[in-house]
């Protein structure tokens, strides 16, 4: 019930087109849905995030869709750029927790 | 403001060595965790804090201790080292318990 599952494990796109990166989470309860970005010998960074009561936010190139009825969660990238190729990880919370489940983690690459 | 920073960067430990790994953070959070990263194992969280002298279980705390005696800091210590504990350590502090911010990170290598 604590999984966050995600998809794909590694990603190439070319500069300009679309990343998406897909997760899955199995608890209902969870009430935060945030996305990181980490770039190699770096901590992660939070990049986005989202709640339950919305079922898509943009912010610039960024843009997280929520599928509440289906439990998914994914981030597009629009316009990829050789600059935002990293590892991403999708994470979710109940947040009277205190603890953040994350997924296993996408590496993008955008070729120029 | 440093943000969340972490000591050492790197640390090479043998087989049954022991080591602590300091964690400090100056923006007044009352959160803190530890994660380790393993390659094609996302982030996983080994222990984690709520507030000063406090402390709690996360996903994989085995082999490791901790101690929040400052609200500032979160130490985490390997008392007898194993090669399984090789790893990418990252120590991360929030306000309430959403946004996360993470140190840079500890590479240990326990040969």
């Known amino acids: 019930q604590q999984q966050v599952k995600q998809s794909p494990q590694s990603l190439i796109v070319q500069k300009g087109g679309i990343s998406i990166i897909n997760c899955a989470y199995e608890?209902?309860?969870?009430?935060?849905f945030p996305w990181y970005q980490q770039f190699p010998g770096k901590g992660p960074a939070l990049l986005i995030a989202?709640?339950?009561?919305?079922s898509e936010k943009k912010e610039g190139r960024f843009t997280i869709s929520f599928n509440k009825s289906a439990k998914q969660f994914s981030l597009h990238i629009m316009d990829s750029q050789p600059g935002d190729s990293a590892t991403y990880f999708c994470?979710?919370?109940?947040?009277?927790?205190?603890?953040?489940?994350f997924g296993q983690g996408t590496t993008l690459q955008v070729k120029p | 403001n440093a943000g969340v920073t972490q000591t050492p960067k790197f640390r090479v430990l043998k087989t049954g060595q022991s080591m602590t790994l300091l964690c400090a953070q100056d923006?007044?959070?009352?959160?803190m965790y530890w994660y380790r990263q393993d390659p094609g194992m996302g982030l996983r969280l080994i222990h984690y804090?709520?507030?000063?002298?406090?402390?709690a279980k996360g996903e994989v705390p085995d082999g490791y201790n901790v101690s929040r005696l400052k609200k500032q800091n979160f130490l985490l210590g390997l008392e007898s080292a194993a090669p399984s504990q090789t790893s990418v350590y990252f120590c991360?502090?929030?306000?309430?318990?959403?946004?996360?911010?993470f140190g840079p990170g500890t590479r240990l290598t326990v040969l």
């Open positions: 991360a502090s929030s306000y309430v318990a959403d946004t996360q911010y």
């Open positions: 608890n209902t309860a969870f009430d935060y």
């Open positions: 989202i709640r339950p009561d919305v």
């Open positions: 994470a979710a919370t109940l947040t009277v927790t205190g603890k953040l489940i």
């Open positions: 923006m007044n959070h009352e959160y």
């Open positions: 804090s709520v507030g000063e002298g406090t402390t």
